[in-house]
Nanobody
């Protein structure tokens, strides 16, 4: 069983930056593809970014490409999401997720989820 704990959310002005962290415990971290998803009020949870088990492969939603960067540190059992040039439409609860095996962009493919961290971008 893998436990995921996100941190780093908060309130930021448009154009600003935040770095989210997701600390994993209870499993072999480098066996898991990791993803970041987000959910805005009244909307479905959507894919943001994903990274392969060793970090060699990354994939981004078109809406964040060029602004967000996903990385992982397997020695620290942590995955990060660096968010730059934030926009009000990035406001959402951000979740990290783990999948046993290769990463995926589909919510249904992930086995473990964190509790989420709120990101609010003011205009």
């Amino acid at each position: 069983q893998v436990q995921l704990v996100e941190s780093g959310g908060g309130l930021v002005q448009a154009g600003g930056s935040l770095r989210l962290s997701c600390a994993a415990s209870g499993g072999t971290f480098n066996m898991y593809g990791m993803g970041w998803f987000r959910q805005a009020p009244g909307k479905e949870r959507e894919f943001v970014a994903a990274i392969s088990r060793r970090g060699a492969d990354k994939y981004y939603a078109d809406s964040v490409k060029g602004r967000f960067t996903i990385t992982r540190d397997n020695a620290k059992n942590t995955v990060y999401l660096q968010m730059n040039s934030l926009k009000p439409e990035d406001t959402a609860v951000y979740y990290c997720a783990a999948r046993n095996g290769y990463y995926s962009v589909a919510t249904r493919d992930y086995d473990y989820w964190g509790q989420g961290t709120q990101v609010t971008v003011s205009s």
